[in-house]
């Protein structure tokens, strides 16, 4: 089968998830809560270290949405988020009524840029009179940022960080892991994330208490009453027993899975290296330990003679899948009006950047193929 499909980043199951799902069906623990939950979260745990208390959600959506519910961001405040993301970073800003402030990338992690975040706060000072309720900066790709800048900034405005680690799990800067350096971390385990609940999230918390109080507002907030008691909105946020289990088996291959998805990057790095004009993104020093979730490159069109759609839609032709790069928040319709504190780096990279297919589903021969038809683009 030379010419199957090649996918950007498939989910792809340990053997040890069935194991834990029968175990829940057997004792019929079939609710988003039982020993499965409990377990998947105490796996967490022992991950970050740092004394972190680690609470499993639906969605990593779910994540940043009650961690800005707990901060008590709510109509009028204004929130501080990466521009070059997902749209899943910024929607749960505007869930609560507030306003997204969106802030740039720096040109070597494509992450938040610190200077700028201190740019914004400055300004968002002036023009308001408040200082933002949060910020959110996220690691694209699983590409750690300059997290020792932004906390040191966020300490000294006082402003809460809710680092959006979703693409980044099992990555680190420091050796420490992504998500455990602010006051709130958030991860994803959607289908096509690093280890996958099918769908699900978590959001990492920093003590004990913190955690009762986002299971609270993710069981729709019901005071300890035999009766049906709500003092405060509540959500329908917490993960299902199943999906845990399958979380519990994704577990046992992640250090496969960082493993594998690390070698793939060096394998693209040697198949580029002679081509003038395609960059792998790649950590920019020893501090950075990016778990490479999807590889990326950047294709110069003055070198290489050609743009990044063109070679989209050439790999496509060829059953390849890739991607351009998130388009940056601060040009999407939905944001339009929202301020921004932009230096171009985001909007550059847009027009440049391609993810390419990544992952334990993508074998050696495969990466092959995915740069051979690149470079079969390129001019020569
Ligand atoms: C996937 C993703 C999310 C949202 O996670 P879900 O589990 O899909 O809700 C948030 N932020 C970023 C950067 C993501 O890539």
Known sequence: MANSKILLCLAHMSGQEMKYIQEAFDTNWVVPLGPNVNAFEKDLEALC???????????????IHLALVNLGVSRGDEVICQSMTFSASANPIVYQGATPVFVDSEADSWNMDPNLLEEAIKDRIAKTGRKPKAIIPVYL???????????????????PVIEDSAEAFGSRYRNQLCGTFGDYGIMSFNGNKMITTSGGGALICPDEATKRKIM???????????????????????????????????????????????????RYVELFADVDGITVHLNPDERYDSNYWLNTILIDPAKTGVDYETVRQHLES??????????????????????????????????????????PCVSDSDVERVAHEIISCCKR
């Not at 270290?49 to 994540?63: F, I, P, W």
């Not at 319709?333 to 990544?358: D, I, R």
Request: charged share 15%.
């Open 318 to 359: 060829c059953d390849i899948e890739s991607r351009p790069l998130w388009k940056p928040m601060h040009t999407q319709p939905v944001f339009a009006g929202a301020p921004a504190y932009v230096n171009g780096v985001s909007e550059h990279l847009f027009t440049m950047g391609l993810c390419l297919p990544s992952g």
């Open 141 to 159: 790709y699983g590409m750690p940022g300059m997290i020792d800048e932004i906390m040191e900034i966020a300490n000294r405005y006082e402003i």
């Open 216 to 266: 609270f507002y993710a069981t729709q907030s019901r005071e300890p009453m035999p009766y049906y008691l709500h003092k405060e909105i509540g959500y329908n946020y917490r993960m299902s027993n199943i999906c845990a289990g399958i979380g519990r088996g994704q577990m046992t291959v992640l250090d496969e899975h960082l493993a594998h998805h690390r070698h793939l990057c060096d």
């Open 49 to 63: 270290e740092q004394g972190k208390h680690v609470v499993v959600l639906s969605s990593g959506t779910a994540a």
